[in-house]
């Protein structure tokens, strides 16, 4: 074993008792800090998890769930969109894996900070049981496509 790898296996991180309390306050202190800078920067502490993840733009709900529906009778909801980013985002379009599923017309863009909807548009066509997914894509550069799920039972 060289020099090098036994220093390194006797390496330890002495901190000494009466410093530890000190540095457990500092690591509250800048997660206070951290945390409450995302949340006055998203204005919500819902958004504060998706903006230090460092995605701009949060779908809510994730999944949407329709229970009772009819075979060919539309039904529809809406997912709220919000940018978190500090720069406009374009949704351009989805990938769905129904044809029985539409959304809004694309593309459709989003200012900092803003709010949109997503409505969604549901025509089943056969009765049981759903799940299905949806990508929704954005003009973020490295941002992969938001993944929605929309699941419920037709009669």
Avoid: Y
């Amino acid at each position: 074993m060289s020099d090098l790898e036994q220093r390194i296996k006797g390496f330890r991180l002495s901190i000494p008792k009466s410093d530890f309390g000190l540095l457990l306050l500092s690591l509250v202190v800048l997660f206070v800090l951290v945390v409450g800078f995302a949340w006055i920067r998203t204005g919500s502490p819902t958004l504060v998890w998706p903006w230090l993840q460092g995605l701009h733009v949060v779908f809510e709900p994730r999944e949407l769930v329709f229970d009772g529906l009819t075979v060919g009778k539309v039904r529809t909801s809406k997912f709220r969109v919000t940018n978190i980013s500090s720069s406009n985002v374009t949704l351009l379009g989805i990938e769905s894996s129904c044809a029985c599923i539409s959304l809004d017309q694309f593309p459709k863009s989003i200012e900092p900070g803003g709010v949109g909807t997503l409505d969604v548009v549901l025509q089943p066509r056969a009765a049981g049981t759903f799940h299905r997914k949806v990508r929704v894509f954005t003009d973020v550069e490295g941002e992969p496509p938001a993944l929605l799920t929309i699941v419920g039972t037709v009669n």
